[in-house]
Each structure stands twice: as C-alpha cells, then as structure tokens.
C-alpha cells in the first residue's frame, strides 16, 4: 500500500477546493457558495446537523452528484468540466472516470454486495478497472484484510459478518484501488454501539500509517477530535466555523457551533 507518515501540509497547493460550490434538489439549496480547500494528507472532520449538506460534498467528490453552480477542483482539474479544443464542456464519463479513481468512499450501509464473499467485494473493481489481474487482486485483497483484522472471514458472504466485520470489509474494498483519497460518511452510525470501537481504531490506524487525504462525515465527536487536522462546522450548506479540533470542541467562538456540540454531548456522545 505505500505507508508513509503524513506530510506537512502547510506549503502545499490544495488536493481539493470548492468554489463557490451551490447545490440544490428542485427548491431545496444543500450547498450555498460553499468555498473550502483540502491540503494533501490532511484529516478533516465536517460536523454539523443532519441535512447540513456534509453527504453531499462527499458524494460530488464521488461524481454521485453534481454541482447546480460553482467548480469542484481536484489535483488542480475541474471535477465538473474538462476542455476540448479551447471549449469548457461538461465532463465526459471519461472523464468523472479519470477524476473518481484518486477516491475511495466508504458508505453509511457498508453497500457490500450480498452475493460475493468478503475476498471477492475486495477484488472486484481492481478486476473490473483493468488496475490488476485477478491473482494479483486476490494478494492485495487478502494483505488489505488482514489490515482490518479479517483475515480468516475472506470466504465469508455478508450475511455471515457482522455490522463492524462489514463496515471493516468495506474500508479493505475502498483501500483496494489505493486512493489518494478516503472519504468516510458517518461509517458508524449504521453500527451497534459495541462494534464502533472496531472500525474507528481501522481508521485510526489508516490515518497514523498512511499519506492519504481523509474527508470524514460524522457525529461521533470524540473520535473527530482525535482524527481531525481541521474541523469544519456546517449548517444549511455553509460553513459556520472552522478551526483546530481543540478549539471546535473546547472553545467554540459561534453560538450555533456550542449550541450544537450542547445537544450533542446531551445525546451521550464524548467530545
């Protein structure tokens, strides 16, 4: 996989911006002129309340969605528009192609595929992307799931695993196609309180060992704490403070951020 430790970040460009980045559903706007840069091997945490818009900057970073107006840039490349002889256009499928292989997402419901075993949901995009042949994909497989602790379940379909055994088998899947770049949306939610501890010390060890970039939706804020370089607070598609993890969550300056962070301790979640 290429572990590294993660490099200061205070003197480069931005692996991803967005700018002035609007986004609705009919009437609805999720994103207003949103405007926000990632450094790469940067950790950051976006909190705020359901609804706040933080799924949808994922999935546009995933080509799931698009922008209504604005610009999305990785690496430098507009996610949303390439140039042909002189010409903006609206990106090709090649093109989201090209651009959505430096992700890798892992997903609230795991979205693991119910037919295959744990080894072959692991395998099948290096397979289906021409990246690897088939043995090849098996041996990265099998190294990515001794990674998060499931090495003796590569035979195993999902039924069989449990919520944590599934949510750490699709970490190993979006790890497969090694990605510059992690996104992680609210990977425990869907989890009995008890397995949560499993998956967050996978993501604990990702962002000690490795050089990836790693956009992380969640409510559990004690680990966002912990994870985070930066910590952005959204409401209503903007976003409302932004800062080190220690001041976010220990000395908020807008009394929507302590609001918040009040009704979330009062859930009995840690900060």
């Not at 209503?236 to 951020?257: L, N």
């Amino acid at each position: 996989m290429g572990l590294h430790v993660a490099p200061n970040t205070a003197e480069q460009s931005p692996i991803i911006e967005f700018r002035n980045v609007e986004k609705s559903f009919g009437p609805i706007k999720v994103l207003d002129q949103l405007c926000f840069s990632v450094k790469p091997g940067e950790h950051l945490a976006l909190i705020g309340p359901s609804g706040s818009g933080k799924t949808t900057i994922l999935r546009m970073l995933m080509t799931l969605e698009s922008v209504t107006a604005g610009d999305v840039i990785v690496n430098g490349v507009s996610l949303n528009h390439e140039y042909k002889s002189g010409k903006e256009l609206p990106a090709s499928e090649a093109h989201l192609r090209k651009m959505r292989s430096d992700f890798g997402m892992v997903f609230q419901h795991f979205n693991l595929f119910p037919h295959k075993t744990a080894i072959q949901n692991v395998t099948l995009a290096p397979v289906l992307t021409g990246l690897l042949s088939k043995a090849e994909a098996k041996e990265r497989g099998l190294k990515l799931l001794k990674k998060v602790g499931l090495a003796d379940k590569a035979g195993e379909y999902p039924s069989r695993l449990s919520g944590g055994q599934k949510q750490r088998v699709a970490i190993a899947r979006a790890l497969a196609l090694q990605p510059k770049i992690l996104l992680l949306d609210e990977i425990t939610s869907a989890l009995d309180p008890e397995l949560v501890e499993e998956v967050l010390n996978v993501i604990t060890d990702l962002r000690n060992e490795t050089d990836m970039t790693m956009l992380l939706v969640t409510h559990e804020m004690g680990f966002a704490k912990d994870f985070a370089d930066r910590v952005l607070f959204f409401e209503r598609g903007k976003i409302v403070e932004e800062g080190p993890p220690g001041e976010i969550f220990q000395a908020p300056h807008h009394e929507r951020t302590k609001s918040f962070l009040r009704k979330v301790i009062a859930a009995g979640h840690r900060v």
